[in-house]
């Protein structure tokens, strides 16, 4: 939980961190509600699919998901470290 809530903290939102991609976000027809930050936080602890992945957190930057250009990103940073 604190490190969804550091997560939270560093991409400004839950939302943010919420995987519209998952097989369950389809299944329960999520995409037909309108959620709530604390919904997506709900979700997020609840099933841990909901969560995008994969997530970095390199010197109090965030870098969620899984494009080219994310991990390009991550690439840069982790040769900055």
């Known amino acids: 939980m604190e490190q969804l809530e550091q997560m ?3 991409s ?7 995987s519209k991609k998952a097989q369950l ?4 027809d999520l995409k037909n509600k309108t959620l709530t930050e ?4 709900k ?3 609840e099933q841990y699919t909901f969560l995008s992945r994969p997530v970095f957190i390199i010197k ?4 969620i998901g ?16």
């Open 25 to 28: 976000y389809k299944s329960m």
């Open 66 to 81: 899984n494009t080219q250009q994310n991990m390009h990103q991550v690439m840069l940073a982790f040769a900055n470290v």
């Open 12 to 18: 400004g939102s839950y939302e943010a961190l919420f």
């Open 38 to 41: 604390e919904d997506y936080k």
């Open 43 to 45: 979700y997020i602890l």
């Open 60 to 63: 109090d930057k965030i870098y």
């Open 8 to 10: 939270r903290e560093l």
